[in-house]
């Protein structure tokens, strides 16, 4: 019985709305799970105590409730950057250490009306801001299949959280890859919608904080790729909040013919080249893709080399200004420690958004000739703890997911192999704005054939 925590969730729905297990037993089963684990992975930083008397709610009113409710009784793991009414949610600062928000993010209002229970929050670095998941709130997340490597950032603890079956499935947030490097460190699928696809409303990085704002998306992390469109299809839509958010509902389906598609691969961006077992297990997935007739070659998107120095102008435009408002708004901070010297003036900034308007001008009309891109998540596999402050020229490695938060586009990550000493090796598949639907049907076929997410060794 304990391994039906490991199962797809149109599984775990079935088995409840069939009666064979009951919400209760489901989340015990989860707890049980997170009270196994947790020691030594410390990703759940925050058990909902409300938990178990939610699922018990659902136990007794199950008749009333269940045809109603997409998600009914599932339960599931937030990102602790994401906001949850009457569960501390910090954000991995100081100044939140004992926050309890008022009201749910709007991501978490939507999951809890579709029937999901919330079990517990999982950890983050500050601010969502780092490549590894370490706080001086709740210490650091240790990465399912080796302890001693890390789980990326900054949704590592719910990345390493979901690898670990301590949910049926959980939320991120990603601004230059934080769903999906986790996901590949972690051996699970990731998904970051198009620009808007989800409201961020509730998430630690405010909707007003910026230009850093509109770079970021939250989104799901699962074991498996048939779980995203029954999660997308609750989470997408306008809030009523967001600025950023579009008005576009959630595709039902699309199947389209694979001789129909056509796509294009790279390996190296010109910024950080990658290992060889990344590239040749990349290169595997493209030769079964082009054994199915689809259509992919070796390409490079335009100005893919500008990438990181694009990305890091924008997001320290103002010396680091809005970081530190953000950090005095939570009580971390007294006062603004603004850098004036490092900033870039009105004229500058203008120019550097051109920039920026080019750079997806230029991406959009390339893509005119192409449905999809699969590409590296990063350049390696799970590195050591302490990797991205060591050597911080390592960060241009995460380049390959940067690019598609710039652009506004859909991207998903997934596992497709593993290193010699078994750590998960992902890919990256993206599309054009509002294609995550192609994006989740290529993922699902390279999953079939590559087996997905496997049972780490805890």
């Known amino acids: 019985m304990k391994d039906l925590i490991y199962k797809p969730i149109s599984e775990l729905i079935n088995l409840i709305t069939k009666r064979e297990i009951s919400v ?3 989340t015990s089963l989860y707890l049980e799970q997170i009270n196994k684990v947790n020691p030594d992975l410390n990703a759940v930083v925050t058990k909902n105590s409300e938990a178990l008397k939610n699922a018990k709610e659902k136990d007794n009113n199950f008749e009333n409730l269940n045809c109603q409710k997409p998600l009914f009784g599932l339960p599931i793991t937030i990102k602790d950057s994401i906001d949850t009414a ?3 949610t910090t954000g991995g600062t100081k100044g ?17 009306e579709a029937g999901a229970i919330i079990l517990a929050k999982t950890n983050t670095p500050e601010l969502t801001l780092e490549y590894e998941t370490i706080n001086e709130i709740h210490g650091r997340t240790n990465n399912p299949y080796n302890l ?3 789980p990326g950032g900054s949704s590592g603890g719910e990345a390493a959280a979901v690898a670990a079956g301590c949910s049926a499935f959980g939320i991120g947030s990603d601004t230059a890859g934080s769903i999906r490097l986790p996901a590949h460190f972690c ?22 904080v910026g230009i850093i704002d509109q770079l970021t998306e939250f989104g799901p992390l699962t074991r498996h790729v048939s779980d995203l469109n029954l999660i997308m299809d609750v989470i997408s839509g306008p809030d009523g909040s967001d ?3 579009v008005p576009l509902k959630w595709p039902k389906a699309v199947t389209p013919a694979n001789s129909k598609l056509r796509g294009i691969y790279y390996l190296d961006n010109g910024i950080y080249e990658l290992d060889k077992k990344t590239k040749d297990s990349i290169l595997k997935v493209v030769n079964s893709l082009k054994d199915k007739n689809v259509e992919i070659k070796h390409k490079k998107p335009p100005e893919l080399d500008y990438t990181f120095s694009l990305f890091k102008k924008i997001f320290s435009a103002d010396g680091w200004n ?3 408002r953000l950090l005095k708004k939570y009580n971390t901070i007294k006062k603004v420690k603004s850098n004036p010297e490092k900033a870039i003036n009105g004229i500058e900034f203008n120019k550097l958004i051109g920039k920026l308007q080019r750079f997806r001008k230029k991406n959009i009309e390339f893509m005119q000739e192409y449905d999809f891109i699969i590409s590296p998540v990063t350049a390696f596999a799970a590195q050591d703890h302490g990797f991205s402050y060591e050597e911080k020229r390592i960060v241009s490695a995460f380049s390959y997911t940067m690019i598609y938060n710039l652009l506004g586009w859909p991207a998903v990550s997934l596992r497709i192999s593993e290193t010699e000493d078994n750590l998960p090796i992902g890919i990256q598949i993206a599309s054009t704005p509002c294609q995550e639907k192609l994006c989740i049907f290529l993922a699902q076929m390279i999953e079939n054939e590559f087996g997905g997410w496997t049972r780490p060794p805890l």
């Open 86 to 88: 009457g569960i501390i």
């Open 322 to 324: 809005w970081k530190y």
């Open 24 to 26: 209760v037993e489901l």
């Open 148 to 150: 001693e490597k890390s």
């Open 187 to 208: 051996g699970i699928t990731g998904l970051k919608g198009s620009r808007g696809r989800v409201p961020t409303t509730g998430g630690i990085i405010p909707n007003d």
């Open 243 to 245: 600025p950023n958010c």
């Open 96 to 112: 939140r250490k004992n926050y309890i928000p008022e009201k749910d993010a709007a991501v978490v209002k939507r999951l809890k």
